[in-house]
């Protein structure tokens, strides 16, 4: 009887070992898994501040000066003992935003300096985001991709313009999750073990919106603009408003912003 036992008990072991491997293959390890900021082709990727000089927005995401070249996030997901995790569900691949700020009401894990409600912002119909999710599952080699100005269905990592995905405000660290787990960023894909890098958009609307008066969110107008150019009189440099990813606040970051001016969620493109 005890013989027999063993041996069920070596069989069930066995079974086990086959449906969970010993790594936790389906676990994200969050010291291996990361994210970095590209943009390009998938072929020669930009890595690092040649990549963030393109993470750029507008709330209308509208013209060829936004988001340009593939802007991207590459996510890659690693278990414990280092092997890829493939087939993960774009829906668990996602940044998160609340949707608006504390004084508006929302709270959570998500960024909370995003404006991303029709709440307080109705009159241009501005969609409710609470997710950007990924442009598909992960690949053989546990990598995906968020596509910041929308996915290409087929085609993960290259842009097209998706009309439900604009908000507003800017956010230095808006996290990114893989089932659940939050994961760190680098600049590159080739780094050390210490995170350099937080996802972040640059937004021509980077001022008001985040009280509970209707309709001051997700547009851009002289709130955005004057500071901008009050930077460029003074010399004083605000990373957030440097557009061109240059170390400086010029007429080029100027003639950005001013060439958004008026523009919200449904201007000048509806939908």
């Known amino acids: 009887m005890m013989l027999k036992l063993a041996k069920l008990g070596i069989a069930i072991a066995a079974v086990a070992t086959l449906i969970v491997p010993a790594a936790f293959a389906g676990v994200p390890d969050v010291t291996q898994s990361y ?17 963030l000089a393109n993470f750029r927005r507008c709330p209308n995401d509208d013209g060829t000066q936004v988001l340009r070249n593939n802007s991207r996030l590459k996510v890659v997901v690693r278990a414990s003992d280092g092997s890829p995790i493939a087939n993960i569900p774009a829906a668990d691949i996602y940044l998160k935003f609340n949707g608006g700020t504390a004084a508006q009401g929302f709270s959570g ?3 909370d300096s995003i404006i991303a409600t029709s709440l307080y912002n109705p009159a241009a119909s501005c969609p409710d985001i609470r997710f950007v999710i990924a442009d598909a599952p992960t690949d053989a080699e546990g990598v995906a991709y968020i596509t910041l100005l929308g996915s290409t269905p087929g085609s993960p990592g290259v842009a097209t313009r998706d009309p439900f995905r604009k908000w507003g405000g800017y956010e230095g660290d808006i996290p990114l999750f893989v089932l659940g787990s939050q994961l760190n960023g680098y600049l590159t894909t ?3 073990l210490t995170p350099t890098f937080t996802a972040h958009v640059k937004s021509v609307d980077h001022q008001g919106g985040r009280t509970t008066t209707l309709n001051q969110g997700e547009v851009v107008n002289s709130l955005d603009i004057n500071p901008v150019q009050s930077n460029i009189n003074t010399g004083t440099y605000v990373y957030a408003r440097d557009f061109q990813q240059d170390g400086v606040i010029n007429s080029l970051d100027y003639n950005f912003i001013r060439g958004h001016n ?10």
């Open 109 to 111: 894990s998500g960024g």
């Open 35 to 51: 994210y970095v900021p590209q943009s390009g082709t998938l072929a020669a990727p930009v890595e690092g501040a040649g990549a």
């Open 262 to 271: 008026g523009h919200n969620c449904n201007t000048p493109i509806v939908n």
């Open 190 to 192: 080739v780094h050390g």
